[in-house]
């Protein structure tokens, strides 16, 4: 051992009852210099793919419950196939939708988005992930109910062969993310059995503005065909909200 080791202070452990033992005193050395974290606040929109890009989706069988009549069965299967043609659920599969809108705000920077409005989903993912990927670890999502986007944007990233950053999907497998932040989740102070309470809920309680309109999630791929403009103004509204939400309560956790 160096003796100049010896006259080193040594760093004291002190209990916490929530977090175990912290260290206090004086920290370890480091030369590296700390690289600010970047925050993009971020919010997707999907819509279905087309019924011959789902068609290998297509239900083969169905519940029938306790139907013992036939006329009422086929009623059953008849009503199924209209909901699988009809695409109304399959906005939220990966398998059987595609990205419309990313919106997104990067620290205090203006909103801005990519849409596949003259252009692929393919080009959009790749547009999208050369933002980020400069930024290497020091880089932070947040969203509402994050999990949906990430599984979303990687999902529909390996489906159309576009490279994501591996730490980026690596994190989504800890108890904890440190890239992928939920103010969802965030809510509910670690109780995963707790209520799922929506964002517009949580903004109507600490008073952050939404934008109201007949726009929503469930007729969101309708209203893409003819109104892009307002639909780009919901999901603004819905970037805008989030992150006023994080600067209310995420912050505490940061």
């Known amino acids: ?56 989706m297509r239900p083969t069988s169905f519940k029938t419950g306790n139907l013992k009549d036939l006329a009422k069965i086929e009623a059953k299967q008849a009503e199924v196939i209209r909901e699988f043609e009809s695409g109304s659920e399959a906005g939220l599969d990966e398998l059987q939708a595609s990205i419309a809108v990313i919106g997104y705000v990067l620290n205090d920077e203006p909103y801005a988005a990519i849409t596949n409005e003259n252009q692929t989903e393919k080009q959009m993912l790749s547009q999208f992930w050369g933002l980020v990927a400069p930024f290497s670890t020091d880089f932070e999502f947040v969203g509402h109910n994050i999990r949906f986007d990430a599984d979303m944007l990687i999902h529909r990233s390996w489906i159309n062969g576009i490279k994501v950053p591996q730490y980026f999907m690596g994190d989504l497998f800890q108890f904890k993310p440190r890239h992928w932040r ?73």
């Open 182 to 254: 939920d103010t969802m989740s965030l809510w509910q102070l670690g109780n995963r059995q707790s209520d799922m309470r929506s964002l517009k809920h949580l903004c109507g309680a600490f008073g952050i503005p939404v934008k109201s309109g007949d726009i929503s999630g469930a007729n969101f791929a309708e209203n893409w065909k003819t109104r892009k403009t307002e639909c780009i103004e919901y999901n603004k509204s819905d970037v805008l909200a989030v992150k006023e939400l994080w600067n209310r309560i995420g912050s505490r956790f940061s």
């Open 1 to 56: 051992m160096n003796v100049n080791d010896l006259k080193k202070p040594r760093a004291r452990r002190v209990a916490s009852s929530i977090y175990g033992y912290r260290r206090v005193g004086p920290e370890p050395e480091d030369d590296t210099e700390t690289q600010p974290m970047m925050t993009m606040y971020v919010d997707i929109e999907t819509i279905p793919l087309p019924i011959d890009k789902r068609e290998f």
